[in-house]
C-alpha cells in the first residue's frame, strides 16, 4: 500500500508569517510545557499571531505534525516571554521530501517541520515535534547552519528505514 502524506503551512498561514517580517518590535510568548511549547504567540504593533502544531491522522493511520498559524485572541499576560525587542528579518519554512518502505509498504510525505525566524542577531527555529500533544521545540540558532543538526533524527519516529530525503529552507519573503 502506498501511504502519502502532505502536512505543509496553506497560503493564509503563509501570509499571517509575513506580515511579521519588518516589523518591530515584535514580542514572542509561549505557553510553555518545560523545554517545549504548545503554542507560540508573536505579537507586533499590526497583528498578533499563534503558531501551533495540529497533528494530522495520515493514511496509515498514524499521526503526524502540521504548524497552522492563526490570529491570536488570548491574553498574554499568563504565557511566558520568549523574547522581546526584536525586528524580524525575514522567516524561512523548512520542508522536507522523505520517502520510506516498511512491510510492503510506501511512505511518501511532504512536511513543513520548521519555521525559522531571522533576526539580526540570531534565529529562532521552531520544529512541529511529532507528539500526540502537538508540541513545538524550539532552538536558538547562533549559525544557520546548525537547521540539519537540529532535525538529523526527525524522522526517527516514523522509520529507521529512508530512501530519500530532500530538506528545503524556503524564505517566505
Not at 525559522?116 to 502537538?134: C, P, Q, S, W, Y
Not at 526527525?154 to 524556503?170: A, D, H, Q, V
Request: net charge negative.
Amino acid at each position: 500500500m502506498d501511504h502519502i502524506i502532505k502536512n505543509v503551512l496553506e497560503s493564509k498561514d503563509i501570509n499571517m508569517l509575513k506580515r511579521l517580517i519588518g516589523n518591530s518590535p515584535i514580542n514572542i510568548f509561549i505557553d510553555d510545557v518545560g523545554e517545549l511549547a504548545l503554542g507560540i504567540f508573536i505579537e507586533s504593533f499590526q497583528t498578533k499571531v499563534k503558531i501551533i502544531n495540529n497533528v494530522m491522522m495520515g493514511s496509515d493511520k498514524d499521526d503526524y505534525p502540521k504548524f497552522e498559524v492563526e490570529l491570536a485572541q488570548e491574553s498574554l499576560a499568563s504565557y511566558k516571554e520568549l523574547c522581546t525587542g526584536k525586528k524580524v528579518e525575514n522567516i524561512a519554512i523548512i520542508k522536507d521530501t522523505v520517502t520510506w518502505q516498511y512491510n510492503g509498504d510506501k511512505w511518501s510525505a511532504i512536511m513543513d517541520v520548521g519555521i525559522k525566524i531571522i533576526f539580526d542577531d540570531h534565529e529562532l527555529l521552531l520544529v512541529a515535534l511529532d507528539t500526540l500533544a502537538g508540541l513545538i521545540q524550539m532552538v536558538i540558532l547562533k549559525n544557520p547552519s546548525e537547521v540539519n543538526k537540529c532535525l538529523e533524527e526527525y524522522w526517527s519516529m516514523k522509520t529507521e528505514n529512508i530512501k530519500s530525503l530532500k530538506r528545503e529552507e524556503i524564505l517566505i519573503n
